[in-house]
T-cell receptor, first 117, second 113 residues
Framework: NAGVTQTPKFQVLKTGQSMTLQCAQD?????MYWYRQDPGMGLRLIYYSASEGTTDKGEVPNGYNVSRLNKREFSLRLESAAPSQTSVYFC????????????????FGEGSWLTVV | DQQVKQNSPSLSVQEGRISILNCDYT??????FLWYKKYPAEGPTFLIS???IKDKNEDGRFTVFLNKSAKHLSLHIVPSQPGDSAVYFC????????????WGAGTKLIIKP
């Protein structure tokens, strides 16, 4: 029962380098998310994909791009890494049912620790 | 403007006692609230939720109370155990978008033996 799997778990980048964080979920959820967590800031939404084929900006999208490759996979790309992007990144998924109170539970991956030097 | 606020960054409680974590919100349109628990080096995991049509929801040692007039909810853990030491986040679905959740900044709970 894998749930949400994200890779890599740890990465050190030099300023200006690019990289892609991979995420896959096996729960057949329609919505997927990328968050970052910084000390004292809670979880901030970078991008989300409400359904396969759609992506939307969240609260802090600058410096990032995403691809919803298929229903299972949602990747996050840093084109030119900056020290301000040093953070813990969480991928998440959720089965969203418009108009219903249920289905709001969001499931997270274990996190990816990214350091940009 | 933070729509969901957890004003206590940390809380220390003696093992066996009650832990009370608080969360305030500003948007009266929020109709569902969730609590998540996060251990270091792990992703957050769902703990308990409450609908705005209720004022209390209980699951074992965990109870969430909702006071809509005060726009306040609280998570009670009784009795507190060492394994409860974690960061707790409250969240609410964004009323404008069913796809986004609005998160509090989290409260770090430390259970002392």
């Amino acid at each position: 029962n894998a749930g949400v799997t994200q890779t890599p778990k740890f990465q050190v980048l030099k300023t200006g380098q690019s990289m892609t964080l991979q995420c896959a979920q096996d729960m057949n959820h329609n919505s997927m998310y990328w968050y970052r967590q910084d000390p004292g800031m809670g979880l901030r939404l970078i991008y989300y994909s409400a359904s396969e084929g759609t992506t939307d900006k969240g609260e802090v999208p600058n410096g990032y791009n995403v691809s919803r490759l298929n229903k299972r996979e949602f990747s996050l790309r840093l084109e030119s890494a900056a020290p301000s992007q040093t953070s813990v990144y969480f991928c998440a998924s959720r089965q969203t049912r418009t108009g219903q109170l249920s289905g709001n539970t969001i499931y997270f991956g274990e996190g990816s620790w990214l350091t940009v030097v | 403007d933070q729509q969901v606020k957890q004003n206590s960054p940390s809380l220390s409680v003696q093992e066996g006692r009650i832990s009370i974590l608080n969360c305030d919100y500003t948007n009266s349109m929020f109709d569902y609230f969730l609590w998540y628990k996060k251990y270091p080096a792990e992703g957050p995991t769902f703990l308990i939720s409450i609908s705005s049509i209720k004022d209390k929801n209980e699951d074992g040692r965990f109870t969430v109370f909702l006071n809509k007039s005060a726009k306040h909810l609280s998570l009670h853990i009784v009795p507190s155990q060492p394994g409860d030491s974690a960061v707790y986040f409250c969240a609410a679905p964004d009323g404008d978008s069913n796809y986004q959740l609005i998160w509090g900044a989290g409260t770090k709970l430390i259970i002392k033996p």
